[in-house]
Structure formats: C-alpha cells, structure tokens
C-alpha cells in the first residue's frame, strides 16, 4: 500500500519560504510521478506543479513559476517543493499525490497524501 506524507507547512511573512517534503512509502518513489496540489478555501483543488518519473521532467502552474521549485531525491523516497517569494494568495492545504504513469497530468492521480496547511499572513 503506497502512502504519502507531507510535511514543512506553517504560517510565513509575505516574501518569505517554506520547502514541503512528501515522503513515500510502501513503495519506491522512482516508479511514480508526483505532483503537488493545494486547496484554498472555497476554491477548488488544483494543480501546482509536478515532476515525472522517468526524466524528472518538471512543471509549474504559471502563478508559481519562478517562485516555487520541484525536486526529487529518490534515494530517500522524498519530493520537496521550495516555495519563494510567497503571497497571500499562497496560503491553502498543499498536498502531494503519486501517479504510477512516466508523465504529468492532474487530472488523475493513483495515491494521495493528508495535506499540509501552508497560510501566507503578516
């Protein structure tokens, strides 16, 4: 049973950064694509950005890019999001999800992780 874990969220400074960690076990990171998403009150999920399997191949919603980065360390089963310069319209539970296809689409993903609450506040 693959399972997700997130971690790193917590209230920030506009401009300030946090790097998420999404930790996967029951089965090696290296066979899955994982794409982080967030969830804003009263919006609805969406995707932020992602990073495949096969070439680390990486991609960004265009209100991130340049501000957050994707990496993954299959070695310890660990995919981190630095978030930059972040802002108000930042703040959402993040969560990351494991598709076991070698490309990026969120439109459907095959595991899910409990979420991380990232708030962007003075």
């Known amino acids: 049973q693959v399972q997700l874990k997130e971690s790193g969220g917590g209230l920030v400074q506009p401009g300030g950064s946090l790097r998420l960690s999404c930790v996967v076990s029951?089965?090696?990171?290296?066979?899955?694509?994982i794409a982080w998403f967030r969830q804003a009150p009263g919006k609805a999920r969406e995707g932020v950005s992602c990073i495949s399997s096969n070439y680390g191949s990486t991609d960004y919603k265009d209100a991130v890019k340049g501000r957050f980065t994707i990496s993954r360390n299959n070695a310890e089963n660990t995919v981190y999001l630095q978030m930059d310069n972040l802002k108000p319209e930042d703040t959402a539970v993040y969560y990351c999800?494991?598709?076991?296809?070698?490309?990026?689409?969120?439109?459907?993903?095959?595991?899910w992780g409990q979420g991380t609450q990232v708030t962007v506040s003075s």
């Open positions: 029951g089965d090696r990171l290296r066979f899955y694509t």
């Open positions: 999800a494991a598709d076991s296809r070698q490309w990026c689409d969120y439109s459907y993903q095959d595991h």
